[in-house]
């Protein structure tokens, strides 16, 4: 089990996750020939550069989302490596049957590459926000699911899964920590809590999904609880959070998402299924419906995702 420093200055200002993919797609095409890159508008402004350097490699369908992913399939029934690349909303909601049939149905691979999250295009309304992407995409057999916190851990992910072969979904959101972590899909913990209940695993333990470490450890600061951290939720790394809870008494676990609440939370159950648990899984809830734009701090704020939020929620676990 491995601990994550979050001691010391924090490093450089590092690049927003977005910027950072755009960044690693011409060496990855340098690095991959099997490898192309599949957009629908989005994005393309950002790639002149690659766009000259790897001609007919780096392919725009227009405003099509259906078709960015039927043409990703069709690539990758043809031996290619599809990185696929658009807002959350037309990638996973707009195009979810393309993602079921032509990707899933098929057996074939791919990468797909989300922008906006939940709410980080507030101003573009509704339909630019994705709250239930994770869980879509967790519904369909063979995904894995990364949702990176720092543009590190996007740059080492897109290395690994260009040279991979499975189907993949890469979540990027506008909200980062200050600090990257490991990205080997397992549970680390970040912060022991201290004290005897620490020591001996009894201490509540506050699982924070990618880039919502930074919020978690600002929320619970000075409660004593556990918190640990993981930037690919799906598949869970049930082992790894076995072993953080005890396994001879009763369990308090808070799950903290930058997505819709409750995703992954049949994953926790079965993986506990045999321990007394108490559990309290905290993201955007599902009856929230937001009809004023506002900004992704309101947003966060409006859904409880902020530390405020966050605390009050871990507050009335331990209480």
């Given amino acids: 089990m491995t601990t994550l420093t979050t001691t010391g200055p924090a490093p450089a200002r590092a690049l927003d996750l977005r910027t950072r993919f ?33 001609p007919g490699r780096v392919i725009d369908v227009g405003i099509r989302e259906q ?23 037309f990638l996973v909601e707009r195009a979810y049957e393309q993602v079921k049939l032509d990707l899933g149905h098929q057996d074939v691979g791919a990468v797909l590459v989300s922008a906006g999250a939940s709410y980080d295009v507030s101003a573009g309304g509704r339909t630019h926000q994705a709250p239930a992407d994770v869980a879509l995409i967790s519904a369909l057999p063979g995904w894995t ?43 680390h913990l970040v912060r022991d809590g201290g004290g005897a209940a620490a020591a001996d695993g009894t201490a509540p333990l506050v699982v924070a999904v990618g880039p919502m470490l930074d919020t978690v450890l600002a929320a619970t600061a000075d409660l004593p609880v556990r918190v640990a951290w993981t930037a690919t939720p799906h598949p869970l790394d049930t082992a790894g959070l076995r072993a953080l809870l005890p396994s001879d008494r009763p369990t308090s676990l808070a799950v903290v ?25 905290v993201g955007v809830p599902a009856e929230t419906e937001l009809r004023r ?12 995702l902020d530390a405020a939020g966050v605390r009050r929620r871990v507050e009335a676990l331990l209480g």
Avoid: C, K, M, W
């Fill in 22 to 54: 755009y960044d690693e797609l011409d060496p990855l095409l340098d690095a991959h020939p099997d490898v192309d890159v599949v957009l629908a508008v989005i994005g393309a402004g950002y790639l002149p550069r690659t766009i000259a350097r790897h």
């Fill in 67 to 89: 078709a960015l992913v039927s043409v990703a399939g069709g690539l990758a029934l043809a031996g290619r490596r599809p990185i696929v690349h658009t807002f959350a909303s």
């Fill in 145 to 187: 699911v990364h949702v990176p916190g720092h543009a590190d851990e996007v740059g080492e992910i897109l290395r690994r899964e260009a040279a991979g072969t499975g189907r993949v979904y890469v979540r990027l959101s506008g909200q980062r920590n200050a600090r990257p972590g490991p990205v080997d899909g397992r549970l």
């Fill in 257 to 281: 998402t930058p997505y819709l609440e409750g995703t992954g939370a049949g994953a926790v159950a079965a993986a506990l299924a045999d321990r007394p648990s108490r559990v309290v899984h």
């Fill in 293 to 304: 734009y506002g900004s992704p701090r309101e947003h966060a704020a409006a859904h409880g």
